[in-house]
């Protein structure tokens, strides 16, 4: 707002201009905040890494596909009981979501059932999507920039696992299939697809393989899971074998998470 002061009119600073803020000269701004803002939390909560749920905000507790939101629950809560147990000072592999209802609050929920931090990047839609009451309050974010948001999921994930949805999870899942073929990621982020005959069915990897659009060895980028207690070995295999042991050099507690930064 404009203030009337005795010597004339007297603009705002510039940080605290609204209408500068929402202009398109200031988009810049803009995305940087949805940058800085979910690091300082990050960085106040001690998270480290994240283990990321996709799958579709259309499977509800009880209905069809019912049975993968439970799963989705039991897996969050498993993880988030084997994580707590890992490292004092700094909170490793935490269920993160898009923050929504679905495969999204199944994740939140499970988490929360078992005591630990979980985090929510919801994203403003058309169609209001309100966060789930399941995410830790100090880590629900809420993003207007669909690649920022992507760059979160990404930017601390050890692990993905991918539950039976529509457009978006697969849109999340080819990306970062694509980053971890090109190598464009430092960490090897352990991929699960959870429900082989749904995948299966609604995606033909080998009919890529036979056509040469993609190698054989590209195959060896995800594994499939079918129930939580093979999902979680997976992921205990996986994890501690890649970034557990060997047991490192202690140092003192970073300032900034643990990044899955893209390579130089």
Known sequence: MIEET???VRRPVAYLNETFLESPDARGLRILSEYLEPLSHFRD???QDTIVFF???RVSEEGPLSEYYRDARTLARLITEWSSKIEPLNHRFVITSG????IMEAANRGAADAGGKTIGLNIGLPFEQLPNPFITPELSFEFHYFFMRKFWFAYLAKALVIFPGGFGTLDELFEILT???????ESKIVIVLYGSSFWKEVLNFEALVKYNTIGPEDLNLFQYADDPESALAILQEQLTKRFLDPEPVPEP?????QIAKSRV
């Open 253 to 257: 507690v970073p300032e900034t998470p």
């Open 6 to 8: 005795s010597n004339g």
């Open 99 to 102: 923050g929504g209802p679905g």
């Open 45 to 47: 909560e001690k998270i």
């Open 179 to 185: 980053l971890a073929q090109t190598r464009k990621l």
């Open 55 to 57: 799958g579709s905000a």
